[in-house]
């Protein structure tokens, strides 16, 4: 819990600096700190995977095929997004991330009680 805590800290402070003074804006301040917050992304999804896996194969097998898929797509999309500049690329990254987590989200906890 607390290597979360502490990965989504540093992610928030990245992504909300105190001043954009030496930057046009918030685009061009993420872009120049891009890997930076992708790795941090990245280490937070290695370290689900570790802890939903050290809950056990009962746990882990209780998320299904998708879980493990879903974090290794992630993983490589921050590794594509720390190479890549396209704002194409980061602009649908980070729509489709949030739409797909939503519904998995509806999806798993809405069964929970099945």
Same mark, same amino acid.
């Given at each position: 819990?607390?290597?979360?805590?502490? =990965?989504?800290?540093?992610?928030?402070?990245?992504?909300?600096?105190?001043?954009?003074?030496?930057?046009? /804006?918030?685009?061009?301040?993420?872009?120049?700190?891009?890997? $930076?917050?992708? /790795?941090?992304?990245? #280490?937070?999804?290695? +370290?689900?995977?570790?802890? @939903? $896996?050290?809950?056990?194969?009962?746990?882990? %097998?209780?998320? /299904?095929?998708?879980?493990?898929?879903?974090? +290794?797509?992630?993983?490589?999309?921050?590794?594509? /997004?720390?190479?890549?500049?396209?704002?194409?690329?980061? @602009?649908?990254? #980070?729509?489709?991330?949030?739409?797909?987590?939503?519904? $998995?989200?509806?999806?798993?906890? %809405? @069964? =929970?009680?099945?």
């Amino acid at each position: 819990v607390l290597f979360y805590a502490f =990965i989504i800290y540093l992610m928030c402070a990245l992504l909300f600096p105190s001043d954009l003074d030496d930057y046009s /804006g918030y685009e061009e301040y993420f872009m120049s700190r891009r890997a $930076w917050f992708l /790795g941090f992304l990245a #280490a937070f999804f290695l +370290i689900d995977f570790w802890d @939903t $896996w050290l809950k056990g194969p009962e746990h882990f %097998s209780s998320l /299904g095929v998708e879980y493990p898929i879903s974090q +290794i797509a992630y993983i490589t999309l921050c590794f594509i /997004g720390i190479w890549t500049a396209n704002r194409r690329f980061h @602009t649908t990254f #980070a729509v489709v991330a949030l739409v797909y987590q939503i519904s $998995w989200a509806l999806r798993y906890y %809405s @069964t =929970i009680g099945s």
